[in-house]
């Protein structure tokens, strides 16, 4: 891989050169004229129209988005712009994370700390970027029919539930629902509301609950650290837990990236070798409907979404989902570096420079995420 790395890298020397003489091409999609030139495939866009309640207005993207341009906000540093006090106020001092201050997390009194490194801090943010992210596109945290007015007794999990954003949003927004997010790695959560609980296991092992138990099952974005091995298990695991009609709802992006440009050609090589290395499905997003088939699973609804890297489209919702996506693609990019600099055997400057063009051949390629949701039933 090292060679293969260092050959693209200088490609890309050379084409920064030439890129400062030549025009770079230009995006030529619109919503309204879906033309494309052929050496740009046609993404799937249909998805923004779903709804036409845009969650752009809700606030949640508006906030990540505020909270990726000015990453020092904070409501006490919000001061009466009318104020006559000439003095600077005096900032607090810069939190460490975004999903501390959204989620109002502080330090457990029952946990120490030190179980979160900043590497996992980091993590957090980009996970809760890409949570809004969705969340805005999709117009929903869930799509799943999992819930009727005056329902009881309904259960729901958040398998893999990361910093916990989703099961706390999920929490608030049914209170007469009992949320459970399932993690190694559980986010401190004193503050929450009473109808969300955390609960420390691994996932490819079997779940401390009993058959028929749940409602709903949601699990999002873990391509990359569930073996290929294990997914069957944990579909069967699902569907065990699941009460009969009640509904599973996975969500997964490509492990690559679309219409990529040549450093990013070599990521994406580069990814796939590491997810042979460790016994990862590279092609995951292909075949995982089939698993969630032969597990018994029926009426299963799949709905793909790309969502653009970069700002690139001229449309207005787009682009700001462009925006974030990429936010969150670099800070992937960065939290990643000292394993992927070490497995790569890129040098430190080198990798500098490729995640730079990465992120320039975003625009400059039309690139995009795809993701897929699928929605499962148990049967009756
Ligand atoms: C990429 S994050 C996804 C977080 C969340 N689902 C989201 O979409 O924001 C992956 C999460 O899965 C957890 N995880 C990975 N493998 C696990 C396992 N075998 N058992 C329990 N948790 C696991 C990690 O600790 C991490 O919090």
Redesign the pocket.
């Known amino acids: 891989m090292g060679n293969q790395a260092s050959k693209v890298l200088d490609k890309a020397k050379d084409k920064k050169k030439k890129t400062q003489l030549q025009q770079r091409r230009r995006s030529t999609i619109t919503l309204e004229n879906r033309s494309l030139g052929s050496h740009v495939s046609h993404g799937n866009y249909d998805w923004i129209d779903q709804n036409e309640l845009t969650t752009l207005s809700d606030g949640a993207l508006t906030a990540a988005l505020e909270a990726a341009r000015t990453p020092s906000h904070h409501p006490a540093s919000n001061n009466n712009s009318n104020s006559s006090n000439d003095t600077p106020p005096s900032r607090p001092p810069r939190r460490k994370s975004i999903t501390e201050y959204f989620t109002k997390r502080r330090p457990s009194t029952t946990r120490p700390t030190t179980l979160f490194s900043d590497f996992d801090f980091k993590e957090f943010d980009r ?1 809760q970027r ?2 809004y992210l969705l969340k805005s596109a999709r117009k929903a945290n869930a799509w799943a029919p999992f819930y009727n007015d005056g329902d009881k007794d309904v259960v729901i999990l ?1 398998v ?4 916990g ?2 099961a706390l949003e999920m929490a608030n927004q049914y209170p007469s629902v009992q949320v459970l997010g ?4 559980l986010p401190n959560d004193p503050n929450g509301p009473e109808n969300l609980r955390f609960c420390p ?4 092992e079997s779940w401390p609950m009993s058959d028929n138990a749940v409602n709903f099952i949601f ?4 391509c990359d ?2 073996k290929q091995a294990d997914w069957r298990p944990l579909l069967a695991e699902m569907y065990r837990v699941l009460k009969p009609g009640g509904y599973i709802e996975l969500i997964e992006n490509d492990f690559w990236r679309h219409n990529p440009g040549p450093v990013q050609r070599a990521f994406d090589a580069f990814i796939q070798e590491q997810c042979k290395t460790n016994g990862v499905d590279f092609q995951l997003t292909e075949s995982l409907e089939g698993m969630i088939k032969t597990c018994g699973f029926e009426e299963i609804d799949k709905k793909t979404m790309d969502i653009p890297l970069g700002e690139w489209p001229t449309e207005q919702e787009l682009k700001q989902f462009g925006f974030i996506n990429k936010e969150a693609h670099k800070a992937l990019l960065k939290n990643h570096k000292d394993t992927y600099i070490k497995q790569w055997g890129l040098s430190s400057a080198d990798y500098d420079l490729a995640v730079q063009e990465v992120l320039e051949e975003f625009d400059e390629y039309h690139s995009f995420t795809r993701f897929h949701c699928w929605v499962a039933r148990k049967p009756l």
């Open positions: 996970w890409q949570h958040d893999g539930t990361g910093n954003i989703w399932l993690d190694r790695l296991l691994d996932i490819t699990q999002r974005s873990m650290t569930i």
